[in-house]
């Protein structure tokens, strides 16, 4: 009797670890299945901000940022080499905001304050700052 | 009369130097789309952009025969391109990268 019951025992045990097994499997699963959304923070802004840049800047001012889009051709003086622009984060977001004639520069940066919201002009500043070899 | 048949002969030279009839064709841009994806025209014709969308296009073209930039222009407002060569003109708009339209100029 004594042995049936240890018997039943064990077997009790095994079926709780393996229970337990099933249940860490199943939340590795959802998590590697279902990733994450990427927390807020500089490096998904930068991410952000380069999905904007590479739908709407890159025409003219090139997948490598340097002024050198397919639509450069028409441009003289030529779009901004942004790898080495010596502007500041608030200056950008001007420009992109309201323009190139707004800020006497080039008329053909057309403004985006229409196109884009504050936070995509935030991202794409922040993703054109982490790219500049200036600093 | 000396001199006006001159300027009469100079005149029917310049009007048979035009195209016989050139058009204008008018492409509506709206809700961030061209009225039409396809045109085509005559060599000589022009194309009159007009935005009636609440905020700015900038339609331009990078193709060999015609690359131009209309700048940016607001609501209302239009501009006019000549298309005076043979062949395929493919026209964006810089702010509105999903804006397309295909311009057949025929000879």
């Given at each position: 009797m004594k042995a049936l019951a240890l018997a039943a025992g064990l077997v009790l045990l095994a079926a709780q670890a393996q229970a337990q097994i099933s249940n860490a499997y199943v939340q590795v699963l959802q998590t590697t299945l279902k990733?994450?959304?990427?927390?807020?923070?500089?490096?998904?802004?930068?991410?952000?901000?380069?999905?904007?840049?590479?739908?709407?800047?890159?025409?003219?001012?090139?997948?490598?940022?340097?002024?050198?889009?397919r639509a450069a051709k028409l441009y003289n003086p030529a779009p901004a080499n942004l790898r080495e622009s010596d502007k500041n984060g608030q200056y950008m977001k001007l420009i992109i905001r309201g323009g190139g004639k707004a800020m006497a520069r080039s008329e053909f940066m057309p403004p985006w304050g229409e196109e884009l919201t504050e936070e995509q002009i935030g991202d794409v500043v922040a993703y054109l700052q982490s790219i500049n070899t200036r600093k | 009369m000396r001199t006006t048949v001159p300027a009469a002969v100079a005149a029917l030279a310049i009007l048979l130097a035009l195209p016989a009839h050139a058009a204008e064709h008018v492409v509506s841009q709206k809700?961030?789309?061209?009225?039409i994806k396809r045109l085509s025209v005559?060599?000589?014709?022009?194309?009159?952009?007009?935005?009636?969308?609440?905020f700015a296009h900038n339609v331009f073209s990078l193709s060999d025969i015609k690359s131009f930039d209309l700048g940016s222009y607001g609501q209302g407002l239009a501009k006019s391109v000549l298309m005076d060569k043979p062949g395929v003109v493919e026209v964006e708009c810089a702010v509105h990268p999903d804006m397309k339209l295909m311009i057949e100029v025929k000879k």
């Open positions: 990733p994450l959304l990427a927390r807020d923070g500089p490096d998904a802004a930068h991410f952000r901000g380069s999905l904007v840049f590479f739908n709407y800047c890159v025409t003219c001012h090139g997948p490598n940022a340097d002024g050198k889009g | 809700g961030k789309n061209f009225s005559q060599q000589g014709d022009s194309v009159k952009f007009v935005n009636d969308d609440p």
